[in-house]
């Protein structure tokens, strides 16, 4: 964000997104640990996140407050996010694999990482994304409308302010459903292969990849939603077969 480097302390700004302008607020006390302050809003005026930056992350902050105002919701209160941090990390587009078993913090934080920075979220909806060179963007979300798609989608929108450029396409498969009674496939169009030998039973060996771009693709086996991945990648001029970014 251009002049925050130019506010004098307490000085005010106010800086526009889509949703409507964003109020800021500069800190600058005599020790030199200066840092700004913003309260995104909800549709209907309440607070729905404080946001706490440094000097590190002045460069960001536009677009850090222009996602965090996109994705507020239509209303706010006082209470902590409806969403389990573990559920946000399953959720989120910008990880490495969407694996359970996600390890806890005793705080019950859960982070995750991709190449140059990574992310952690708290169950009363304190957020900080972090790269590698020491760069943090933080928030408090607040109210009970911020759920885990919307907690995930904030992380997200750090995680590829300050990431790596190859970690912008985070690439992944879907494991084939396998073996499923006929009847449950009925009016779906992405099971193939062979009828079992038991009556009724038939094979799913379709897979879906997706970006954490938003791209997706459903192939008819695993091994071809991999290449499906790599191509992608490729064309997005990022290293593409055997890439750590591609899951098993």
Known sequence: ??????????????YPTPRGPVRVRKYARTSGREFVRAAVRAGTGERAALVTLRPAAYPYAGAWLSALAALAPAAADHRNPDMAPAS????????????????????????WSVPGASARVWPDGRLTVTSDAGVELSARLE??????????AVADAG???????????????SEP????????????????????????????????A?????WRATVPSRGGARRAAEKHREEAGLPGAGDVLTTP
Do not use: F, I
């Open 159 to 173: 995680l590829r302010l300050l990431c790596a450029p190859e970690a912008r396409h985070v690439t992944r498969t």
């Open 1 to 14: 964000m251009p002049g925050l480097t130019l506010l004098a302390d307490r000085e005010e700004t106010d």
């Open 177 to 208: 459903r396998g073996w499923s009674r006929a009847a449950d496939n009925w009016g779906s169009q992405a099971w193939a292969g062979p009828v079992g030998r038991k009556s009724g039973w038939q094979y799913d060996s379709s897979s879906v």
């Open 143 to 152: 109210g009970s409308q911020w759920n885990t798609w919307a907690v995930a």
């Open 88 to 111: 946000v990390r399953v959720v989120a587009r910008m990880t490495r694999t969407h694996a359970n078993g996600v390890p806890r913090q005793s705080d019950g934080s859960v982070g």
């Open 210 to 214: 997706a970006c954490s771009c938003g």
